[in-house]
């Protein structure tokens, strides 16, 4: 609902009639906040019972998240992307490449849905930011 608002400076908080009748289209936002939580998810599955509480399993979560961003970046490739990261999605190499965006917080979300205990919380979100960072560096 919110790509009719994208790049637009609103100050008011629009009623659900004006949301539902707007045409409207899901954003990257969207599909790269999807894509940081299925590959937590598949990361969390991966890990088992064990609870994330130091860095052992940093790279494995981080693999897991660019393959997710990738897979989905791919299967939706006009969600509104920069230039950059479309570069990046269709590159076989993933390493940082210096992007205009800001969407790491917003797409971690799902870290706080998925964690058993607060300090596993905060290490799959540190993990899942500093995969969208270096994406954004």
């Not at 940093?58 to 897991?64: A, H, L, N, P, V």
């Not at 299967?75 to 210096?98: C, T």
Request: with cysteine; charged share 30%; proline share 3%.
């Amino acid at each position: 609902m919110g790509s009719t608002y994208e790049w637009h400076n609103v100050k008011y908080c629009p009623g659900a009639e004006e949301l539902l009748n707007r045409p409207s289209r899901f954003t990257d936002d969207t599909v790269m906040t999807c894509a940081v939580a299925d590959g937590l998810k598949k990361a969390l599955t991966e890990i088992g019972e064990t609870t994330v509480s130091d860095d052992s399993f940093d790279e494995m979560i981080k693999s897991e998240i660019t393959k997710s961003l990738v897979a989905y970046g791919r299967k939706y490739p006009n969600a509104g992307y920069g230039g950059s990261f479309r570069r990046w999605l269709l590159s076989e190499v993933h390493e940082p490449y210096n992007s205009w965006g800001n969407g790491a917080a917003m797409r971690v979300s799902y870290a706080g849905w998925v964690a058993r205990t607060l300090d596993e919380a905060e290490r799959v979100e540190i993990q899942a930011k500093k995969e969208r960072v270096a994406e954004e560096k």
